[in-house]
């Protein structure tokens, strides 16, 4: 069965360059999340979307942007990337975007030097 | 402040023991989810418990939710070294909004 793909697999990047990460949902599932996990902490929720509209922000960043276009994909663009922005990116998948489980990529180890 | 905490933050034990693993939230629910993470890779969902529900079973898991206290647990069975991993509450709240909130996590390590 498919599952959820993102990339890159990992990302090296300079302070102050921009990323783009990608995150193609399983196949009929209509909400996208974006996870941020740093080193040894639980991941925190960035944002989402139901049916390519956001549906609810979490604790994004003004310099981080989200999009999910009309074939489902979504990607997070990043910019004016600091030291602290390295961390791992999740994106979920879920079919209802209510009361149902969430499905995860593999997630983008991003490295800001 | 997370939605969810979990207690404790980490547990090592025996092959073959039990495990248990607890988290607590703030808010009111929709459902509750478990999900494993094995270092540096995805989460994957364990088992989903309703806001109306008291316990469920899947293999060798067992949750149990009580919204009184707004908690639940997570028992694993006869552990394996396998079940080494992080073990994350998730919590859907009923705003109404489409955001799951993790817990901090527990690290299970499972001795051969």
């Known amino acids: 069965a498919a599952g959820v793909i993102q990339s890159p697999r990992h990302l090296i990047k300079e302070k102050r360059e921009t990323a783009t990460l990608k995150c193609y949902p399983i196949?009929?599932?209509?909400?996208v999340y974006w996870y941020q996990q740093g080193p040894g902490q639980d991941p925190q929720f960035l944002i989402s979307?139901?049916?390519?509209?956001?549906?609810d922000k979490g604790s994004i960043p003004d310099r981080f942007s989200a999009q999910q276009f009309s074939d489902y994909h979504s990607e997070l663009n990043m910019s004016s990337l600091e030291l602290g922005d390295s961390a791992l990116y999740f994106c979920?998948?879920?079919?209802?975007?209510?009361?149902?489980?969430?499905?995860f990529g593999s997630g983008t180890q991003l490295s800001v030097l | 402040s997370q939605q969810g905490e979990e207690d404790p933050q980490a547990l090592s034990i025996q092959e073959g023991e039990n495990a248990t693993m607890n988290c607590s939230y703030k808010?009111?629910?929709?459902?509750l989810q478990w999900y494993r993470q094995n270092s540096g890779r995805g989460l994957v969902h364990l088992i989903l418990?309703?806001?109306?529900?008291r316990e469920k079973h899947s293999g060798r898991l067992r949750v149990t939710l009580d919204t009184s206290k707004k908690s639940s647990s997570l028992l694993i069975t006869a552990s394996r070294a396998a079940d080494t991993a992080s073990y994350f509450c998730?919590?859907?709240?009923?705003?109404?909004?489409?955001?799951?909130?993790f817990g901090t996590g527990t690290r299970l390590k499972v001795l051969a």
């Open positions: 979307f139901y049916e390519k509209m956001q549906s």
């Open positions: 808010t009111s629910i929709n459902n």
């Open positions: 979920a998948s879920s079919r209802t975007g209510l009361g149902e489980k969430l499905f």
């Open positions: 418990i309703r806001s109306n529900e």
């Open positions: 196949p009929r599932h209509d909400t």
């Open positions: 998730a919590t859907l709240t009923t705003s109404g909004t489409y955001k799951y909130i």
